[in-house]
């Protein structure tokens, strides 16, 4: 029996398969050529996992791979009707990013709290303009999404002293429900966005909530961009609703240069790098090749996608 073909939409750097030699017939393709090359596909690889090639290609005519593999942790961009409704086994990359994220957020609160922006930008003027920072033990943070991602950063958090509460799309024990996101937001030093993107998600960060938000509050967000309405964090931080915020990822990327988000006084912006660390491209490759190791001798895969809901269920 011939072995399986594996499709990689490709990106720079391709990914490193050489272990699979042998277990599949590796093609690699890129975004023009993806339509034509699904048919033959029995695995598909998004190794591109910035492109949204897969959900233009995926309604097209002839058979579909029985698996596809996103190297992320978001799936928002490869999700569509045809996909959902298909018997195709979707999986992500849970458990390469959470801990980098958590880092980063960490030094996000920290550098906040302690104006580090600031002192940068006296250092540079020559200026010394002594100042008061914030205790970051004891202030209370509201983390949104009770995935891998915000568990990760509600842990290292508390590492830090501070009280964490973490908001799900259901109550259980340790995550509320939706219904106390607006007391809880309203209590908060810290709010953090890093829920999924799905319907009930897009856009809920609005002038609503950060209204909600306490005039000390800081707000940042390491989900999706589309989670944000940008111009109303705009409104919230330029009149001072909030403090202050730090974006890692935005409803476009590569954020426009003209992007009235990058002269906010009190804004963070970051390039989508929170979960980057030296090393992850060659942690995704091996992670996949382990998971097709799994695939190919019928065994059930982990990071297995709820593909109507839209992530990865948390099964305690």
């Known amino acids: 029996m011939p072995a399986p073909v594996l499709l990689v939409l490709d990106a720079d750097p391709p990914p490193r398969l050489g272990r699979l030699t042998g277990k599949a017939r590796i093609q690699h393709?890129?975004?023009?050529?993806?339509?034509?090359?699904?048919?033959?596909?029995?695995?598909?690889?998004?190794?591109?996992?910035?492109?949204?090639?897969?959900?233009?290609?995926?309604?097209?005519?002839?058979?579909?791979?029985?698996?596809?593999?996103?190297?992320?942790?978001?799936?928002?961009?490869?999700?569509?009707?045809?996909?959902?409704?298909?018997?195709?086994?979707?999986t992500n990359a849970r458990g390469i990013f959470e801990e980098p994220i958590a880092e980063y957020v960490a030094g996000l609160v920290l550098a906040m709290a302690k104006d580090l922006p600031g002192t940068l930008e006296l250092q540079?003027?020559?200026?010394w303009r002594h100042r008061e920072?914030?205790?970051?033990?004891?202030s209370r943070a509201v983390v949104i999404g009770a995935g891998p991602i915000g568990r990760a950063v509600a842990g290292t958090l508390r590492a830090l002293g501070v009280t964490?509460?973490?908001?799900?799309?259901?109550?259980?024990?340790?995550?509320y429900g939706p219904d106390q996101l607006d007391r809880l937001v309203s209590r908060a030093d810290w709010v953090i966005g890093a829920a999924p993107l799905t319907d009930a998600t897009r856009g809920m960060f609005d002038a609503r909530l950060f209204g909600l938000m306490q005039p000390s509050a800081r707000f940042i967000n390491v989900g999706r961009g589309q989670l944000v309405i940008e111009n109303d964090l705009i409104a919230a931080v330029s009149k001072r609703w909030i403090a202050g915020a730090a974006l890692d990822v935005f409803e476009s990327e590569p954020l426009d240069p003209e992007s009235p988000l990058w002269d906010v006084p009190g804004l963070i912006v970051s390039p989508h790098m929170s979960g980057d660390t030296v090393g992850w491209r060659d942690r995704l490759g091996a992670q996949?090749?382990?998971?097709?190791e799994l695939w190919a001798a019928g065994k059930p895969l982990p990071n297995v996608v709820d593909k109507k809901r839209g992530y990865v269920p948390m099964h305690d």
């Open 124 to 127: 540079r003027q020559r200026r």
């Open 164 to 175: 964490v509460a973490v908001t799900g799309r259901t109550a259980r024990p340790g995550v």
């Open 288 to 292: 996949f090749v382990e998971l097709y």
């Open 29 to 90: 393709t890129d975004e023009a050529g993806l339509g034509d090359l699904l048919p033959a596909a029995d695995v598909l690889l998004v190794w591109d996992f910035t492109s949204d090639a897969v959900r233009n290609a995926w309604p097209g005519e002839g058979p579909r791979p029985r698996w596809v593999h996103t190297a992320s942790a978001g799936v928002d961009r490869l999700l569509c009707p045809e996909l959902i409704a298909a018997d195709t086994v979707v």
């Open 133 to 138: 920072g914030l205790r970051v033990a004891e």
